[in-house]
C-alpha cells in the first residue's frame, strides 16, 4: 500500500476537485499532484478519478476509498495537532489566518511586540476572504468577522468593528450626487454591504470590487463613497459622511481545542487579545 503523503496528495484532490486547486493546498505545482495521482493509481491498480474538462471526479472505487481515509486522516490530523500543542518553549511557527485588509493595515503594525518578545516565534500570516480550516491545520488560529457554527472550535469575542460611510473630503464637497462603491461576489451580503445598498437606493452600486484594500484605495482617490471599518478610514483625507450602526461586525478569535495548549499559540493569542483591546472600548 502507498505510503501516508500518496494518500495525502488523493485527500487534497479529492476535496477540492482540479489540480491547481489541490497544488495551492499542497504546497507544490499541479504536474507534481498530476504525477503522484497517476503512480497511486497505477500501483493500486485502481482508476480513482476521471478526468474532465472542468476537473477531477472520482469514480466508485475513489469515492469508497475517500470513506476510509477520513478515519485515517483525522488520526493522523489529531495527533500533529496534539504534538503541536506540547512543546513548552515559546519558539517555532504559528499560522494566523485574518481578514486581509484588517490584517495588513490595523493588525500587524500591533503585532511587532510580540515578536519582539519571543524572537523563537515565526508568524505566518494568512489572509483570504475564504476560510482557512482549523481542523485540518491549514492555520493554528484565526480572527474572524463571525462566530463558527463548528461546535468544536473554541471562539473568543475580542472586538467589534464599526462601520461609516466614508469619501474623500474634496470628492464630497462637490454635492452628494456620489458613486457608491460595494462589494460584489461572495462578499455581496454582508452587513455593510446590505446598508450601503440601502443608502445608495435607486442609484445603486457604481463600483464593485471583492477586496477592502481596493475599496479604500479607491476612496482615497475621490472615486465615491464606501462603507468601511472606522479603524481603517483615518488620515484627513477622508471623511465620515454617516455612521452606520447596523453594519457593525463582531470579531472573534478562534482555535481548535487541541492546539490551545500550546504555549506558542497561547502567546499569539494572548497578543491578540491584547492588540483588539481598543475594539472592545465602550
Same mark, same amino acid.
Given at each position: 500500500m502507498s505510503n501516508w503523503d500518496d494518500l495525502r496528495f488523493f485527500a487534497a484532490l479529492a476535496r477540492v476537485g482540479s489540480l491547481s486547486a489541490a497544488a495551492r493546498v499542497?504546497?507544490? =505545482?499541479?504536474?507534481?499532484?498530476?504525477?503522484?495521482?497517476?503512480?497511486?493509481?497505477a500501483r493500486l491498480g485502481v482508476k480513482l478519478f476521471d478526468r474532465l474538462p472542468r476537473g477531477y471526479a472520482l469514480t466508485?472505487?475513489?469515492?469508497?476509498?475517500?470513506?476510509?481515509?477520513?478515519?485515517?486522516?483525522?488520526?493522523?490530523?489529531?495527533?500533529?495537532?496534539?504534538?503541536?500543542?506540547a512543546g513548552q518553549a515559546i519558539r517555532g511557527v504559528v499560522r494566523l489566518g485574518a481578514?486581509?485588509?484588517?490584517?495588513?493595515?490595523?493588525?500587524m503594525p500591533r503585532l511587532a511586540p510580540l515578536l519582539d518578545r519571543h524572537p523563537g516565534l515565526v508568524?505566518?500570516?494568512s489572509v483570504?476572504?475564504?476560510?482557512?480550516?482549523?481542523?485540518?491545520?491549514?492555520? =493554528?488560529?484565526?480572527l474572524r468577522l463571525y462566530r463558527p457554527e463548528d461546535?468544536?472550535?473554541?471562539?473568543?469575542?475580542?472586538?467589534?468593528?464599526?462601520?461609516?460611510?466614508?469619501?474623500?473630503?474634496?470628492y464630497v464637497a462637490r454635492g452628494d450626487d456620489w458613486r457608491y462603491i460595494g462589494y460584489d461576489g461572495e462578499l455581496s451580503d454582508v452587513?455593510?454591504?446590505?446598508?450601503?445598498?440601502?443608502?445608495?437606493g435607486a442609484t445603486g452600486v457604481g463600483l464593485m470590487?471583492?477586496?477592502?484594500?481596493?475599496?479604500l484605495a479607491a476612496l482615497r482617490a475621490g472615486m465615491g463613497v464606501a462603507a468601511v471599518p472606522h479603524v481603517l478610514a483615518g488620515g484627513e483625507d477622508l471623511v465620515c459622511l454617516r455612521d452606520g450602526p447596523e453594519a457593525a461586525r463582531d470579531l472573534w478569535l478562534v482555535v481548535h481545542p487541541d492546539m490551545r495548549r500550546s504555549p506558542r499559540v497561547r502567546a499569539v493569542m494572548d497578543a491578540l487579545v491584547e492588540a483588539t483591546a481598543p475594539l472592545r472600548a465602550g
Open positions: 499542497l504546497q507544490t =505545482d499541479h504536474t507534481t499532484v498530476a504525477r503522484r495521482i497517476a503512480a497511486l493509481e466508485d472505487e475513489g469515492a469508497a476509498l475517500t470513506v476510509r481515509l477520513g478515519a485515517v486522516e483525522e488520526a493522523v490530523l489529531a495527533f500533529e495537532r496534539q504534538a503541536g500543542g481578514p486581509p485588509a484588517f490584517a495588513s493595515q490595523w493588525l508568524l505566518d500570516l483570504a476572504n475564504a476560510i482557512s480550516n482549523l481542523s485540518r491545520r491549514e492555520v =493554528d488560529l484565526s461546535k468544536g472550535l473554541v471562539a473568543r469575542h475580542v472586538g467589534r468593528l464599526t462601520y461609516g460611510l466614508y469619501g474623500r473630503r474634496d452587513p455593510q454591504q446590505r446598508w450601503l445598498r440601502e443608502l445608495a470590487t471583492n477586496d477592502l484594500s481596493a475599496m
